[in-house]
């Protein structure tokens, strides 16, 4: 059964701690994406990665940091510098795109909604 | 600031009628658009796509138009049912990177 996974559902974050949400894919895609989703919001992007063991800052990267040490797997850990850090959290991979030009579609797993004690 | 919007956050239609959910972009070097449907709790989920060399594109029940002229981009959905209750957003990818830029949102609620 192909799909994305994320986990935890839920988390719950003490003050200064560091938490990491974790996502796989089995759909051998090689871009995986984080996301963050605030409520009547839509979503930022956190990290992105093309490939295994490189990875670029998105929009609202500070207090996060990934990793990419397979292909199938795409971590993120909210930091404790992360002051606001309650949020649901949704992870994403994309397939190869043989040319830029070809289709970027992001598909997406259930989400991590992360809240402070 | 944002360069995808929404024009209306919230949209109430009556199980059978036909909806529209419109977006505005600003970037002119956009030249790919896709829509998701998101239920509450879930991942937001592919709807349809649109490559900026187009004006129209057809799925099941679904139509999306883009109108370059005004950076407008609309989906349609013909007799709408209770199971399209949902958020829909409108993601764009300004180009050809590897990122999609967000709108926030549209909720659409079917009513009996």
């Known amino acids: 059964d192909g799909g994305i996974t994320q986990s935890p559902k839920y988390l719950f974050r003490k003050e200064g701690q560091n938490v990491t949400l974790s996502c796989e894919q089995n759909?051998?895609?090689?871009?995986m994406y984080w996301y963050r989703q605030d409520p009547g919001q839509g979503l930022r992007l956190i990290y992105y990665?093309?490939?295994?063991?490189?990875?670029q800052k998105g929009d609202i990267a500070e207090g996060y940091s990934v990793s990419r040490e397979k292909k199938e797997s795409f971590p993120l850990t909210v930091t404790s510098a992360q002051k606001n850090p309650t949020a649901f959290y949704l992870c994403?991979?994309?397939?190869?795109?043989?040319?830029?030009?070809?289709?970027?579609?992001?598909?997406f797993g259930a989400g991590t909604r992360l809240s402070v004690l | 600031g944002e360069s995808v919007g929404l024009h209306l956050p919230t949209l109430s239609v009556q199980e059978g009628d036909n909806s529209i959910i419109n977006c505005a972009y600003s970037n002119s070097a956009s030249d790919y658009f896709i829509w998701y449907k998101q239920e509450s709790g879930k991942g937001p989920q592919f709807i349809i796509d649109?490559?900026?060399?187009?004006d129209k594109r057809q799925g099941q029940r679904v139509t999306v138009l883009l109108n370059k002229t005004v950076k407008h981009l609309s989906l349609q959905i013909a007799a709408t049912q209770p199971g399209d209750s949902a958020v829909y957003f409108c993601a764009e990818n300004k180009d050809s990177g590897y990122a999609l830029n967000f709108g926030k949102g549209t909720s659409l609620l079917v009513t009996p």
């Open positions: 990665s093309q490939i295994v063991n490189d990875f």
């Open positions: 994403a991979s994309s397939p190869p795109r043989e040319t830029l030009l070809a289709k970027n579609i992001q598909y």
């Open positions: 649109i490559r900026s060399n187009m």
């Open positions: 759909l051998n895609h090689d871009a």
